[in-house]
């Protein structure tokens, strides 16, 4: 073999080497790209499923925040109305309080006349001494045709008279009588404070 032999076949052996090298490149190009975007895919796809979770859950977070928020206002409301009836109930006892002395007499001689019993002693709230006297409870005492007497005891409300007796005594002060009116009328009172609220 010549020497153009030799170096024809020493340059198709670095060809057949250089082209192996080239496919080798190739293909481990290719698949490097292939796994960059396997990788690329799997990021986006993490990603999304991020973004999914993280609008899922700001979305929940708002809804809850909403809720929470309603309840807040309903209880708010709620309270609010509470204060108004509470109010209104105050605003009833002030006036009793604050009526005349002659309409006062009428208004707790009527219950006196209405509720006691032959023999019962009225007591009368500290502040009521002077507008509810003995003078008076002798007139009503006539009046009921019963034997009706004042005590010398007083008690602490806000006023209104208690009457005891042989068998049971009856509370009916003003502190008892809005309590029961209260729990008799809260909820009519409140479907008139609130209609159209």
Partial sequence: ??????????????????????????????????????????????????????????????????????????????????????????????????????VYREFIGDLIVKYAEDGDRVVVAERDVRRLHADFIAELAQKAGKTITLSEQTHSGNGGVILTGKQVDKNLTLDALLHELRQKTQGQAANRLFKGI
Avoid: F, H, W
């Fill in 1 to 102: 073999m010549d020497m153009d032999g030799k170096e024809a076949i020493i340059a198709e052996i670095i060809q057949k080497a250089e082209d192996a090298a080239a496919a080798l490149i190739r293909d481990a190009s290719a698949e490097r790209d292939a796994e960059l975007e396997k990788t690329r895919n799997e990021q986006i796809r993490k990603r999304d499923a991020a973004v999914a979770a993280a609008n899922k859950a700001a979305s929940e977070t708002v809804e809850r925040g909403k809720s929470l928020c309603a309840l807040e206002a309903r209880k708010t409301m709620l309270a609010a109305k509470q204060q108004l009836i509470d109010r209104a109930y105050k605003e009833a006892e002030r006036k009793i309080l604050n009526m005349t002395d002659p």
